[in-house]
């Protein structure tokens, strides 16, 4: 070849298929065979053809990118795994894509603000958020400028179009009901946030399993992270120092209480039993190793993007909303 740019129709001829399925497999849409999509790979890397993404954004409208914004701190967003776990899967499902991953953070009623007016079909082609808490309004004005938007849980008084959320009440029911069947009678909880769906859903799920067993609440509420489980069980310890059994809302937050019982003197599981709630890799790893609700935070990134890349092709989404299933795993800590 000359110092000529080789052109859409080279690619075409090469792989022998029409123009438009080259500009399909070049936008990442799934509508394309898999013979395809490689005869049309294989012939842009025999002519080394670059798409002119300047050109391709005025025809197709599209920028190529795909923001996720976290409504949390630097601090738990690199120090907690779950958000890890989060970018993990959405990255790969994009990888394919051409997409680029725009990573912001939204803590404070400024920052919304200029991520507000920035978040827009300029500049995004969709957007995924996670961490919200209630009523947050950045979704709905997000749909409304134009931009497909998937959220990463269900914060209280929203109604999204679509979703990806775990079965946090079955999750939390399922582990205080081994708790129970352990023979645990003083069963205390360390509740997440209130002004965030999972943390409404798995206190809910812990009081329905109670009550079903008929046993009294024993509920401290943290922030997810370590220090507030240590915190709450202090507090716990202080209200009911004969309580035998500890469920709380997230890992970082049973970790939290297995440091703060050995402090105190009390073995676990022998005098108090600890489950959490996330099966993060640091549970297997604790002491004793902590029995915990597995939740894959990678299924739950790939299932946000695989919405999101569906809305933004325009293409059928018969469930938009789409509920994870949990299972209690069981280690030594209860």
């Known amino acids: 070849m000359t110092g000529r740019r080789p052109t859409l129709e080279e690619v075409a001829a090469r792989a022998g298929v029409g123009r438009g399925t080259v500009s399909r497999v070049i936008n990442g849409s799934p509508k394309v065979s898999a013979q395809a999509r490689e005869a049309v790979r294989k012939a842009i890397d025999e002519l080394g053809y670059v798409p002119n993404r300047a050109a391709r954004t005025l025809v197709t409208n599209r920028t190529d990118t795909v923001a996720l914004v976290v409504a949390e701190s630097e601090q738990r967003l690199f120090g907690e795994p779950y958000f890890a776990g989060i970018i993990r899967g959405i990255s790969a499902t994009l990888g394919d894509t051409g997409l680029q991953l725009l990573l912001a953070l939204a803590r404070s009623p400024e920052e919304y603000a200029r991520l507000e007016h920035y978040l827009t079909p300029q500049h995004v082609d969709g957007v995924l958020l996670t961490s919200l808490h209630a009523e947050d309004p950045l979704p709905a004005r997000l749909e409304a400028g134009g931009v497909p938007t998937v959220l990463g849980g269900c914060p209280p008084g929203l109604a999204p179009f679509s979703y990806v959320d775990v079965d946090n009440r079955e999750g ?163």
Do not use: C, W
């Open 172 to 334: 939390a029911r399922q582990a205080v009901e081994h708790l129970v069947a352990r023979g645990r009678r003083r069963i205390a909880t360390i509740a997440g946030p209130q002004d965030m769906g999972v943390g409404i859903d798995r206190l809910t799920g812990y009081r329905v399993a109670l009550a079903e067993a008929g046993l009294p609440e024993l509920v401290a509420y943290g922030d997810f992270g370590e220090a507030s489980g240590i915190t709450a069980v202090e507090e716990l310890l202080e209200r009911d120092p004969g309580l035998d059994a500890v469920f709380a809302a997230d890992d970082p937050m049973a970790l939290g209480a297995l440091r703060a019982l050995r402090r105190r003197g009390r073995r676990v599981p022998e005098d108090v039993a600890v489950v959490g709630f996330d099966d993060s890799a640091a549970a297997p790893l604790a002491d004793p190793p902590l029995t915990t609700v597995h939740q894959s935070a990678e299924e739950m990134g790939r299932e946000m993007a695989r919405l999101l890349m569906a809305r933004i092709n325009g293409d059928p989404l018969p469930e938009p909303v789409v509920i994870l299933k949990p299972r209690l795993v069981v280690r030594a800590s209860g």
